[in-house]
């Protein structure tokens, strides 16, 4: 689990999930939405095919949390870098599975202060 995150995701459930599956690894993602500001126009060279005003785009985005299998983890080699999503990557290219695992609990990435600030926030109304 990526040092920055603050969730109150219940490891077991994902543990349980990545067990059921089968796969070599798990990746938790979360649900992201990006609404464009703009109306979108559709073009075909130069004429207009539609026009979508203010569309939302909804992404799955990697939430930093990881379910390994031991033999994965054997393999990777000592006191070197290692990028997760490159390393999930590779796994996937050689035809393992890896599994994907929503989380819908609360889940905030404090590594900008923006969210560190809104996480505060929210753990001060868990105190009272």
């Not at 609360?106 to 868990?126: F, N, P, Q, S």
Request: glycine share 8%; charged share 25%.
């Amino acid at each position: 689990m990526n040092g920055d995150l603050i969730t109150s995701l219940d490891l077991k459930h994902v543990l349980q999930f990545h067990n059921e599956e089968g796969g070599v690894a798990t990746l938790c993602v979360r649900e992201y939405d990006f609404q464009v500001p703009y109306g979108v126009v559709k073009v075909e060279g130069n004429r207009v095919q539609g026009v979508q005003e203010k569309p939302v785009h909804s992404f799955f985005v990697n939430a930093g949390i990881y379910v390994l299998n031991s033999t994965l983890v054997k393999n990777i080699g000592k006191n070197c870098y290692l990028d997760m999503p490159k390393f999930l990557e590779q796994q996937i290219a050689k035809g393992d599975r890896v599994s994907v695992f929503p989380v819908h609990e609360y889940w905030v990435d404090i590594g900008c202060a923006e969210e560190y600030e809104r996480a505060k926030k929210d753990m001060t109304g868990l105190d009272q």
